[in-house]
């Protein structure tokens, strides 16, 4: 995927038009701008940044995010200072390029991850043959009601995301939904790594003419950003701790009635390795209904941190407490939860 970030712009104001106060955020680094991958033929796909921001398939993001009303004022979720992209910023421990003057480092052709999301079972062997021919995309996906979403940085950190490193499902919000929830690893966004959620009560699929949904919607073939996609973001503690790198749905292991989801760091506490428990419950959505009573989603940001554990920001500056149990690995180098399964209710209770 060919990507931008911002800052480019104010430091070529600054530096050129001598201007002290440029229009774009200086140095800021979110993402602004994507291209999606084109189909050249057969299953050849092309990505490229040759035409810096000329490039005439490059989507601005910013333009597309729906606005969530908050407390003192609405911001799109894309912008860079909304409350959301700066709950991000926060979460993010590796460096983020800064801007410079030949858009050097603000231009990409990335590799960001893809994830298809296909609601019926009894398509898979149709689209498992399409892809043998002519590789699984996000039109055939698309064909049988389905989403693709691509897990490129939203901070300009640089390197893989490794977005789809792993995957599960579950009930975490007891909606009773026959999709529960997607959690989606990213096992190097942002430093740490990343887990997202969607809510697979949305129509992602089949997005309605109106509403959030239609807004950040890539293309007709239903593409997604992850970041602005997710209703809850998930973040590491440390750089390089690989957050995310396994996934299991555990069912409802503290007896609420909420399933719940255990996340690996194989790679956090020095090789140690790091296991965390997000406990299911209703607070992890939330939806709200502006003027013309379009659905709007107000997704959070959360981290694993000490003394910020469990702690997220929504995006309309709200904050909320989840349940987040964390249990370090036995020894240096042990690289705890390098490997993790879910095997059930082994004795049927």
């Known amino acids: 995927m060919a990507l931008e970030y911002s800052g480019t712009k104010g430091v070529q104001e600054s530096a050129v038009s001598g201007k002290k106060t440029p229009s774009g955020s200086f140095g800021d680094g979110a993402l602004i701008k994507v291209a999606l991958p084109e189909l050249i033929s057969g299953n050849q796909y092309s990505v490229s ?15 597309q995010a729906y606005s969530v009303k908050g407390k003192h004022k609405t911001t799109p979720n894309a912008q860079p200072e909304s409350a959301y992209m700066q709950a991000l ?3 993010t421990t590796d460096n983020i390029a800064p801007a410079t003057l030949q858009y050097n480092q603000a231009l990409q052709a990335a590799p960001v991850g893809a994830v298809y999301l ?11 043959s399409a892809a043998t021919a002519s590789g699984l ?22 390197g893989e995301s490794r977005f789809g490193s792993s995957l599960a499902f579950g009930d975490l919000n007891n909606s009773n939904n026959t999709g529960g929830v997607l959690a989606i690893g990213a096992s190097q966004s942002g430093g740490p790594g990343t887990v997202y959620l969607f809510d697979n009560s949305q129509s992602f699929g089949a997005p309605p003419a ?18 602005l996609a997710s209703g809850l973001t998930l ?34 506490a020095s090789g140690a390795g790091n296991g965390y428990v997000l406990f299911g419950a209703d607070q992890l959505f939330q939806y709200s209904k502006d003027s013309n009573g379009n659905l709007v989603n107000n997704p959070a940001v959360g981290t694993v941190a000490s003394g910020n554990l469990g702690r997220f920001t929504r995006a309309d500056g709200s904050t909320f407490q989840a349940a987040i149990l964390s249990q370090q690995g036995s020894g240096a180098s042990a690289l705890t939860g390098q490997g993790s399964y879910g095997i059930g209710d082994v004795n049927a209770d």
């Open 210 to 227: 109106t509403g959030w949904l239609n807004a950040i919607n890539l293309s007709s073939n239903n593409e997604y950003l992850a970041h």
């Open 89 to 91: 910023r926060a979460a």
């Open 137 to 158: 995309n996000a039109a055939a996906v698309a064909a049988k009601s389905g989403a693709t979403f691509y897990g490129a940085m939203p901070w300009n950190t640089l």
């Open 235 to 268: 973040v590491g503690e440390d750089s390089a701790d690989s957050f995310g790198s396994g996934l299991r749905n555990l069912g409802d292991a503290n007896g609420d009635g909420y399933s719940d989801l255990a996340i690996s760091a194989f790679n956090a």
């Open 118 to 128: 296909i609601p019926n079972s009894t398509d898979l062997s149709g689209l498992a």
């Open 49 to 63: 940044s040759v035409d810096g921001t000329k490039n005439p398939l490059l989507i601005d993001i910013l333009q």
